[in-house]
């Protein structure tokens, strides 16, 4: 069965303070990657989409990286709007489900002026 | 575009009641899905369809119907709704079937009493 773990649950940063938040998964083949962003009261917003281990994509303050393992987002110097819980989620290649995205429970981000 | 629509925003229901949440796409997308959101659980897969006269179950049907008559529309019958229905549901779509972003609706909060 696919699992996704995120880490930490929360975390507070100061404005401009960088750091990391984590994606274990584990699916019998990566389909892909997908991180989201989602505001209190609104629905998932689209960020990344990892296919390979050694992949980065980058957007703005935001990078996200890629192992066979893991996933990284990588906040640099954040601003108070980068508040928001961060989703990840993996596609898996064959099994019952093919399309379906399994979620983690989300990384709660805030960061304080 | 308007992108992913649902209707309505909030319900309130008593247990038993059925009602239809609404969820239509404009981008001409093949694959539609529906999650229900809880706290502490992540978003789960309730129903997906892969085309137009296609759907098939996700993690957690049970209460929960579905119909793909049009490319655009992609309704969420509860046929009685019970209080462990209370949730936050979430339509979605994207363009392929694997691989590719989805892109998610605004909610519909449902209390069930």
């Known amino acids: 069965e696919d699992q996704v773990t995120q880490s930490p649950e929360a975390l507070r940063l100061q404005e401009g303070e960088s750091s990391s938040l984590n994606c274990s998964y584990t699916v019998s083949g990566l389909r892909g990657l997908f991180w989201y962003r989602q505001d209190p009261g609104k629905g998932p917003e689209f960020l990344f989409t990892l296919y390979s281990a050694g992949e980065e994509k980058e957007k703005e303050r935001l990078k996200a990286t890629l192992t066979k393992k893991e996933s990284f987002l990588h906040i640099t110097a954040p601003k108070p709007e980068d508040s928001a819980t961060y989703l990840c989620?993996?596609?898996?290649?064959?099994?019952?489900?093919?399309?379906?995205?399994?979620f983690g429970k989300g990384t709660l981000l805030t960061v304080n002026p | 575009n308007a992108g992913v629509t649902q209707t309505p925003k909030f319900q309130v229901l008593k247990t038993g009641q059925s009602m239809t949440l609404q969820c239509a796409q404009d981008m001409n997308h093949e694959y539609m899905s529906w999650y229900r959101q809880d706290p502490g659980m992540g978003l789960r897969l309730i129903h997906y369809s892969v085309g137009a006269g296609i759907t098939d179950q996700g993690e957690v049907p049970n209460g929960y119907n579905v119909s793909r008559s049009t490319t655009e529309d992609f309704p969420l019958r509860l046929l009685s709704a019970a209080p462990s229905q209370t949730s936050v549901y979430f339509c979605?779509?994207?363009?392929?079937?694997?691989?590719?972003?989805?892109?998610f609706g605004p909610g519909t909060r449902l209390t069930v009493l």
């Open positions: 979605a779509s994207s363009r392929r079937l694997a691989g590719d972003e989805q892109f």
């Open positions: 989620a993996v596609q898996a290649v064959g099994g019952g489900s093919n399309y379906k995205l399994t």
